[in-house]
């Protein structure tokens, strides 16, 4: 039978990545386990012990964490019957997980750390009470949700250019009024907002990393004026982008 591979990240925490069965001797004591399905599929949920060769070989990343560290690191324990679907933020970084090959000590560290960073946006999400769950709250079927992921995930990886409403929408095969209603239910903000949080972070990263003027930052993150970026970034982070990065400069 064919194993996935382990990745032992601490006597606490291993993850387990690929096809097939996960090996029971790599698994911490007292383990809570998480399966992410096929990555592509929007959904975690938790398995059990009995679950290794079977329904875990459907999962291409399956996380073993002690119970113990969980509430250390966390104070959280998912519910043992929880199910959940995958915003287009997780399901990048178990793609990006699941993406290293080889087995030298340079992707073996790729995978520790990629796996660390799951891990920890996982339980954020979780703590913020943002995962939607499955068979949860929800008046969107699950198509929709696979939909409005696919739509959240543009908004991640094409942020810089002109998105609209309408033309996320066509890309996504949703009308604008079930865009608009499903964003809101699964990721409490609209498509403009999200598209601007992406856009202020950036300039956020930009500010603190490069030396290049203010108002070429906001140009590079899609603000027409400087004016526009101003006020824009005042409002999200509560000063204007010359003071913020006067505070990075002098920390």
């Avoid at 679950?51 to 104070?75: K, T």
């Avoid at 991640?156 to 209603?181: D, F, I, M």
């Avoid at 993150?221 to 970034?233: L, V």
Wanted: glycine share 8%; hydrophobic share 45%; charged share 25%.
């Amino acid at each position: 039978m064919t194993s996935k591979l382990s990745v032992i990240i601490s006597p606490a925490f291993t993850s387990f990545v690929g096809r097939g069965a996960c090996d029971p001797a790599r698994l911490p004591p007292d383990a809570v386990i998480l399966g992410f399905g096929d990555i592509g599929e929007p959904a975690v949920m938790m398995l059990t012990a009995d679950d290794l060769d079977g329904e875990a070989q459907d999962h291409l990343i399956v996380f073993a964490i002690s119970r113990s560290e969980c509430l250390r690191l966390f104070d959280l324990l998912p519910r043992a019957d929880g199910r959940w679907y995958l915003p287009a933020n997780l399901r990048g970084l178990g793609r990006a997980v699941v993406a290293v090959e080889g087995e030298g000590l340079v992707s073996e560290m790729l995978r520790v750390a990629r796996s660390m960073e799951l891990l920890c946006q996982l339980f954020i999400a979780l703590q913020a009470n943002s995962m939607v769950e499955v068979g949860g709250v929800t008046t969107l079927s699950e198509q929709d949700i696979t939909r409005i992921a696919a739509a959240h995930q543009m908004v991640n990886e094409r942020w810089q250019e002109k998105l609209t409403v309408g033309n996320v929408a066509r890309r996504c095969g949703l009308s604008k009024a079930k865009l608009t209603y499903g964003f809101r239910e699964l990721y409490q903000c609209t498509v403009p907002e999200a598209v601007s949080e992406r856009r202020l972070e950036h300039a956020k990263r930009l500010l603190a990393q490069s030396d290049l003027p203010i108002s070429s930052i906001g140009y590079r993150c899609g603000y027409m004026s400087n004016a526009s970026f101003t006020r824009a970034f005042a409002r999200r982070f509560g000063m204007a982008p010359t003071e913020m990065r006067r505070l990075e400069t002098t920390a």
